[in-house]
């Protein structure tokens, strides 16, 4: 009775806290700080919140706009335009949810933390068993290209590969890299969410793991943010995976990460790049990169592996997805939080492309092209 009696008390706290916010009119879509790392006991309000505030209604109401060349919802497929939601305010989410909630059980039994937050290709060299199997293989195909191992070929021996990746998230595709992929090369991962690096580094940078580095790049690399904290001509590689880079176009913003990704780049290192993006994004990066001081190396299209890796995940995303949202007391809220619960499940589901989502389905039609590509930096 007693733990009862304080999940009700913190369903009434809760409630109370997510009065205030929506009074203030707070967005979590929009309102939250990339640099800071939420508790578990702030982000029980920030759900409250939005439980409580008309976005829920709002979003399950709204009408197919068709924007992005496609019919659909949030209600139905879990799709957000640009406009409704902030990146860095998406992540802050996210990421803490990830921090918060440690330890999650695949539909195999495996306990593990969800620190592969990537879509992933298959087949994958990994073991069925292994939650985050798919995530693993994109990595490992992306840095392992033909051109990058014929490069690395040429290297002295004893040479330490030299590594940075622009968007690392957790920073667990720089650990797979730096532990088993290229386990000699020292590799600084950055990202402008203060709770993926802490998580990078309590998990990944640790003392049996010397050749990673994580670091906090406040706003990002690129205009509005930071420059690589590097030297000219001084990376062989330079890693973009999965990151929310050019979902949309090849703008300002990414021609000034192109910009800093060619100059820490040594003449004859590589930019290996690899996402799930609009076809015509990468036809457009094709035409400009060229003009940024790379050749095209290589590419290979791996969409099709990537709708069957979301296919072979299904189970246990449903439950990862149960799992991160459970803990929050303002889904249990009456009404409100059914609806909220409702919303939560199918804007989640469409970050990680699950099937019958919008990012999903883009993919099954060609609309997105899951690609991986070799960009050689020249003079």
Known sequence: MGAVKRSFQLVVVSLIIGLALKALDFNP????????EY?????QFVVAGFCLSPLPGQLLAAEVNGADGENFTTAQEGDLQDEEYEQGSIYAILYAMY???PELISNHGVKYQ?????WGIAPSPYPVEDPQRHGKAAYRALVTQPPVMEYIKTLPEGYKLQIAEV???????????????HPT????????????????KRLHATEDNQGLTCQLIPNGVGINGSPIPLKDSSLDIVVISETHIADVEIGELEKSIFAEIRRVLKPGGFFVWGNALPTRVWLAGNDYLPTAGFALAHEKNHTQGAIVARDEDKDRVDLAVSQLLDPYYGTKIPYF?????MVAE????????????????????????YMHQAWKAVK
Request: hydrophobic share 35%.
């Open 29 to 36: 879509l929009k309102g939250l700080d990339s640099n800071w």
């Open 167 to 181: 968007g690392c998230g957790t920073g667990a595709g720089a650990n797979l890299i730096t532990r088993e992929v």
């Open 99 to 101: 921090r918060n909630a």
């Open 346 to 369: 199918r804007l989640i589901a469409n970050f990680y492309r699950h099937p019958g989502t919008a990012m999903y389905i883009k993919m099954t039609t060609g609309f997105d092209s």
């Open 114 to 118: 969800f620190t592969f937050n990537t």
């Open 185 to 200: 090369s020292e590799y600084l991962a950055m990202d402008m969410q203060a709770a993926a690096i802490n998580t990078c």
């Open 337 to 341: 939080g059914e609806r909220c619960t």
């Open 39 to 43: 508790s578990n006991f702030q982000l």
